[in-house]
């Protein structure tokens, strides 16, 4: 194929995330929540194909994981964001979406906000759009709040929604322990628990602080690629909401924690939990000790790169 002819289609890779510290402040006016976060990428991918077409369609989802309750219509965020490249860029032509996904579904893992991700990049590949990657940050934030991270990739703070993003300095590797869960959460519902928690709780727990931020441990433990400084770093204010939605989940909780991780957290808004590892070999008997218990269990390490073209 020469320079000249376009591409046919265009694979994008995006990555999962764990927050490995997230702070809620108080909810805004726009029904969002002022944070501060720390993001990981991790090796759990999805990959969005784009091909030429005439509509905008969904022509696959396949997966390693469960797929149960992703949308192929407009609901889809991946086919959302290829709508918005296409609206805001004047494109007239349309795009088919084959969409593999690795990343647990309604997990707590951004895997929509992946695809998402992946989509844009693909179809300003595809079509030639030549947004620059501040014009792509700018669209993703408008898709939701976790979208600009999987752009992003890395290791990176985020405050606002989530989406106003500074690159952290990270060393070394992080090995984790996924926890699945086939029953998704609602994050809308995590934080509306929250916000009951505090309204009834308040005077014990606080209403949030009016400027979050990350603790300095968690951006020296990043730095130092020193996974137990990091594990008695790891923080969220939506685990307590997430578990009084889900009680069921801290039995897995309690059964990681004792059987050889440093520590483990409820990643985003779950359900999935992410347990930290000393080192791989660690994680991989955590794994099978998980998976002997009956829980789907999946190896990641992080942090990786951010959205990028791999075909
Ligand atoms: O942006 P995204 O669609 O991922 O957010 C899903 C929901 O999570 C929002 O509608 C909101 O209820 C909640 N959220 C929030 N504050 C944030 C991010 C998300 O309250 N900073």
Redesign the pocket.
């Known amino acids: 194929m020469s320079l000249a002819e376009p591409f046919p289609s265009v694979r994008v890779r995006a990555p999962g995330k764990i927050n490995v510290y997230l702070e ?1 402040g108080r ?2 006016p726009d ?5 501060a976060t720390a993001f990981q990428a991790v090796s759990l991918y999805e990959d969005v194909t784009a091909t030429h077409d005439d509509d905008f369609v969904i022509g696959s989802i396949t997966g390693t994981v469960p797929l149960i309750g992703v949308p192929k219509d407009d609901r889809n965020l991946a086919l959302a964001a290829a709508k918005l490249l296409a609206a805001e860029t004047g494109y007239h032509g349309g795009v088919r979406l084959d969409i593999a996904k690795d990343v647990p579904v309604s997990g707590g893992m ?1 895997g ?2 992946a695809d998402a991700a992946a989509a844009l990049v693909a179809c300003d590949a595809l079509w030639g759009t030549g947004l620059t990657s501040g014009d792509l940050h700018a669209l993703a934030a408008r ?5 600009p991270f999987a752009l992003l990739g890395g290791t990176a703070v985020g405050t ?4 106003n993003l500074n690159p952290a300095l990270a060393h070394g590797r992080f090995d984790w322990v996924l926890a699945a869960n086939p029953v998704g959460v609602s ?2 519902e ?3 628990m929250l916000d009951r928690h505090r309204e009834e709780h308040g005077a014990e727990i606080g209403h949030g602080r009016d400027v979050p931020g990350v603790e300095a441990d968690v951006l020296h433990a990043l730095r130092q690629g020193d996974a137990r400084m990091l594990a008695a770093a790891l923080s969220n204010d939506l685990q307590a909401a997430t578990l009084r939605l889900r009680p069921d989940l801290s039995e897995v909780l309690e059964l990681g924690e004792s059987s050889g991780a440093l520590a483990g957290i409820v990643s985003g ?1 779950g359900p999935t939990l992410a347990f930290l590892c000393e080192s791989a070999e660690a994680a991989a008997e955590l794994q099978q000790t998980l998976v002997t218990s009956g829980t789907d269990a999946l190896l990641a390490h992080g942090p990786v790169p951010g959205a990028r073209i791999v075909g």
Request: charged share 15%.
């Open positions: 809620v909810l805004m029904g969002y929540h002022d944070l951004g929509g906000s898709l939701g709040a976790d979208v606002g929604r989530g989406d994050t809308p995590a934080y509306a808004s």
